[in-house]
């Protein structure tokens, strides 16, 4: 019977850092590509379709920067969180708090100059998506609550009120019955960037957040911290590093980047607040913070990796007669692809012949 | 104020608290079995989605109920394996595999049933297991239409707990699950495979779990729709550590939870235009958050929890 | 005597490095052979090879004339190999009982035979005198107790040749008296051990033949009878390794004391009532029996729990907020037992660890929170030459130093900051005799320059050699500290037994 063992590297070659992510993909894309034979459809020419859906035009090039936009922001909120081993799967919640901060100051509560307002709707949205996570954080912190679960079952929670806000007191009432909040004033809402296309300022704030974030994860003694205590609490603590406070800036940073996607869904894209805002850009921030190995700045590219995928679906569904979950399942893929890459990048993989036992 | 208190003594309240109960039973039975060994099964949500999926469709295709219950099993131990072959012999992060066990899940069982059923707009329905009345228990008075008179499914449910009471307590396989979860090289030292103990358990939890899905679509309902797990299995993640990681506490643990959403139900009907409905729906999960923190100060957690185990390794 | 296991030629690298290299000896039926060298001789190396957890690169061995098959666990408890590890691998979770039972059937078996396996246990404890409950927790369950369950695991799968990994590390005086008579005992019965240690006094009392390792190779063997005690002492060290000679210095005013300190919450040790009082230039050694309560002590003293009742005082300073950070701003400074875990943090660069105590300081850091790289450098550079931390660079990641430089880089990191008091816990555990003298060489300097040391420490050998006073910790109790030159070893181990409390 052939064993094996994993050996951990001393190094890991820097070619297979690099190239891990795209061999991932490729595999996920391979396995997916089966799948669309068993839809009775050309594997080839259905990915031809996606890339076309995603990038084949100004205005489809456009849309999936649109849609990376959100990504980024959730794929930030889980690289920020992971790193720490804060694991917050609760992206999707804080995006969905971060939008009804959006509705509730900047449907008219206060209105500034756009200068201002935008600026303004961004820091209320952070904070709420930061304030939603925070008690979790001190269950976590306090009483060893698990915060995986914690964060999983507030989604639903939070899901639930927008759901009863929508129907009940934030209902619009120019909406003819559909459940959809008051729209943006005009201040606040996130101007053009690409004439006749749905692409907003969003996409470039998001960028932005990325540089700021990076920097201070790898420049300041904030990232410094977050890094110590993501790889040895413990080590950490007993040089000194206070604990508590890393956690909880990590938790507010995290949270405040999927409350700040929430902004952009609803000042940028949509101009008002619906229950379908997410169709779980939550969830996709986790995939996109582990193919960029939690690394801000590859955020950006895995964030528009994974929007064309979803953008490229829609347009590959429509032409080839395949359903859309193969976006769902191609991201999936990718997340699991990814996790054996990084499993292969630390360790080598020994094989040994044992007899069987007896 | 009476006819809140009176809820409880209605047959149907009862009866509806184990209908509830059965799914998140099951699924709290396999994650129970999985974090024993020392792994986190956070695929839970999407293996009782594909579950829920595969028993359906299995029996929408024409086979008969008991085939689609094991058609569930099997996709549950198929993905059971993928979890394992990740956590136990590669050692990857727990939580990051899980959500990716349950986004694949979840959104291959969609994929295919889109496949299967392109144009449906309304979710077609099979015939369900009906329920059947148990000789003489049946016809008590209360106790019979609540206990008695359930479906074969609801049985199987229960006996499923004896089945994992009897496996933890009294055999080798079980002793040596509890003992993978808490020390792993003692086990190895006994001269037992810790990697095999930790998969067989990883793969029989999750073949529960799918098959909790599969009791919505084949018992509890009659159809499959998209989200219809709606966080079933996270709740049932927390009622393991309420449960304390027993098969027989997490009975109990489901039973209770049932019942307070069963009663949620009902309340709602009585006070539903007072109090908006999306207030009742967000209580399993709030009890669920409130469940763990009061379990969380007296808990004690498998020790290895978490920790991959890695043979040979130079201590 | 007939021959029970031969080793022949036995060679293990762990990339570059021999761990074991072409070791040759043989174990004679009722005799006790003795593997002697200091840690990293590769002894327990050699020991996995035999029990089947490693493979060897080459060599073979042979057990009642059978080729044993490597790198397969139950291939040497079916022939009859037990061994007790240092680290005990029971789950502490389930009982006595369930420990010794598991792995006796196959993991298909249907049942468990408990009522059968309770009389063998019970029939085991009384030929061998060692009485235990088979019902009891583990976790309930004292080292020498859990020590009892290991052997009498290999016991019950009817063992001839039991493997015994340093087994007094974690023992008194006296329970390693009682586990060398239950040794002799066994040995009467038929039984064969190795038992493999670094402490020369007790193998010369206990064994019948010696094998000494150094550098992974065997260099010396010698019956016990006719073996010269200085001349073993050699072989295991090779070089001659100079040791820190104590210089006594007066004693300062008083820095910290404990008054009336419990602590009996579910998460840590329980403390009653430790009442303590420490001076500058003073090393008060600690002894005690692991799991008495030293680890919550040490925490307490470092700001990392607060103590249930009863205060701490700093001298003139007022109260003082518990945690890590404020006791670290009085100068205390803290060694964890666990360097691994507690210590370093191993996928961090050297230079990142070397700097994690000054994280506050404006010298490592601008007003904004920007690391500033440069001086952070030169410090690591400074400490790891002053400390002689041996290192390829300083950007290296710190899991691949050795368990040596790992301790004296956590050291220096806290000398740099001239420490007033230092809590060290297990300073020089499981490190190799070279750096176990530098880490004391360390101390004894940082009581030279006026700090207070706590010195807790399994080994009562470095507790009598480097403390001025000793004070004794049992079931959360500390004794009175009495002056080190007014006590011995024997009256320790009795109190380490609890008498006197």
Known sequence: ?358 | ?315 | MTTLLKVEKITKKFGDFYANKEISFEVKKNEVLAILGENGAGKTTLMNILFGHYTPDAGNVSFEGNTIEFGNTNNAIKLGIGMVHQHFTLAENLTVLENIIIGRQSIFSLSLPKRQARIKILELSKKFGLPIDPDELVANLSVSEKQRIEILKTLFLDCKLLILDEPTAALTPQETDSLFSTIRNMIKTGLSVILISHKLNEILAVSDRIIVLRNGSSVGETDTNSAERQKIAEMIVGKKIEYPQKTKIPRKSKVLSLLDVSYNKADAQRLSSVNLNLYGGQILGIAGVAGNGQTTLAKILSGHLKATQGSIVFEEVGSVHISPKSFMDLGVAYIPEDRNSDGIVGDMEIWENAIMTEMDDSFFRNSLGFINKKNSFDRSRNLCETYDVRMQSIRQRSRLLSGGNVQKLLLGRWLMREPKIIIACQPTRGLDEGAIASIQKLLLEAQQNNSAIILISEDLDELLSMSDDIAVMYKGMLSNPIETRTTNKLSIGLQMAGDGF
């Open chain 2, 1 to 315: 104020m009476i006819e809140f208190i009176e809820i409880i003594f209605t047959a149907g309240f009862w009866a509806a608290t184990i209908r509830i109960a059965c799914p998140l039973i099951l699924a709290t039975i396999g994650e129970v079995l999985c974090e024993r060994a020392g792994v986190l099964n956070l695929g839970i949500e999407g293996i009782m989605s594909i579950g829920a999926m595969v028993g359906w469709m299995t029996v929408f295709l024409g086979a008969d109920l008991y085939t689609g219950i094991l058609a569930a099993l099997i996709i549950g131990s198929i993905f059971g394996l993928l979890h394992a072959i990740f956590t136990v012999y590669l050692g990857a992060s727990q939580h990051v595999t899980g959500i990716g066990i349950t986004m694949l899940a979840s959104s291959l069982g969609f994929f295919c049933f889109k496949l299967i059923l392109p144009a449906s707009t309304t979710p077609p329905k099979i015939k369900p297991f009906q329920p059947i009345d148990i000789p003489f228990l049946s016809e008590l008075p209360f106790l019979g239409p609540a206990f008695f008179q359930h479906t074969p499914f609801t049985y199987l449910a229960i006996l499923a707990v004896v089945f994992a009471f009897w496996l933890m307590n009294s055999t080798p396989l079980g002793l040596s699950i509890k003992m993978a979860g808490e020390n792993p090289m003692a086990l190895e030292a006994q001269g037992i495979d810790v990697f095999l103990v930790r998969t067989i358990a990883v793969v029989l939890g999750s073949a529960l779990m799918a098959v909790g899905g599969a009791y919505l679509t084949l018992s509890a309902f009659d159809a499959f729709y998209f989200g219809m797990i709606n966080g079933r299995g996270w709740i049932a993640i927390a009622l393991v550590v309420f449960a304390s990681w027993k098969p027989e506490r997490a009975l109990l643990g489901a039973l209770l939870f049932a019942g307070l959403d069963a009663y949620q139900v009902r309340a709602q009907q009585l006070a539903g235009a007072v109090i908006p409905y999306q207030f009742f729906l967000m209580l399993p999960f709030l009890l669920s958050i409130v469940a763990m923190v009061i379990a969380a100060k007296r808990t004690r957690y498998p020790k290895a929890l978490l920790i991959p185990f890695r043979r040979g390794e130079r201590h």
């Open chain 1, 1 to 358: 019977m052939l064993k094996f063992r994993l050996e951990e590297r001393a190094k890991s070659p820097y070619w297979l850092i690099i190239l891990s992510p795209f061999i991932a993909i490729l595999v996920a894309i391979i396995l997916a590509g089966m799948l669309i034979i068993l839809a009775g459809a050309n594997p080839f020419e259905s990915y031809y379709q996606l890339i076309i859906g995603a990038f084949g035009s100004k205005n489809s090039f456009a849309e999936t920067l649109a849609r990376a936009t959100p990504i980024i922001l959730t794929g930030l909120a889980a690289s920020i969180a992971f790193r720490a081993k804060f694991w917050n799967i609760g992206a999707e919640g804080q995006l969905y708090f971060g939008a009804l901060a959006t509705t509730f100051f900047g449907t008219g509560l206060v209105v500034l100059p756009s200068v201002l307002m935008i600026p303004f709707l961004f820091v209320i949205g952070a904070l709420a998506g930061g304030l939603l996570l925070l008690p979790l954080v001190l269950l976590k912190l306090y009483y060893k609550v698990d915060e995986v679960v914690t964060t999983l079952l507030l989604n639903f929670v939070v899901v639930l009120l927008v759901s009863y806000l929508l129907e009940g007191p934030w209902k619009d009432p120019m909406s003819l019955g559909w459940p959809q909040g008051k729209s943006v004033i005009d201040e606040g809402v996130l101007p053009q960037v690409l004439s006749k296309t749905r692409l907003h300022l969003g996409f470039i704030i998001s960028i932005g957040l990325a540089f700021s974030v990076w920097f201070i994860l790898s420049k300041t003694v904030i990232g410094y911290r977050i890094k110590s205590v993501g790889l040895n609490a413990s080590a950490a603590s007993h040089a000194g590093i206070p604990i508590f406070k890393t956690v909880l800036i990590v938790a507010i940073l995290s949270g405040g980047m999927a409350g700040m996607a929430g902004v952009t869904e609803t000042a940028g894209l949509k101009g008002y607040l619906t229950l379908d805002l997410s169709p779980g850009f939550g969830y996709a921030g986790i995939a996109v913070a582990m193919l960029a190995n939690l690394n801000p700045i590859g955020v950006i590219f895995s964030g528009v990796f994974l929007a064309s995928i979803y953008v490229g679906a829609d347009a590959m569904s429509r032409a080839m007669n395949v359903p859309t979950y193969l976006a769902d399942v191609i991201v999936a893929l990718t997340v699991l692809c990814i996790l054996l890459s990084l499993v292969f990048v630390h360790y080598k993989i020994l094989f040994f012949k044992a007899k069987k036992d007896d």
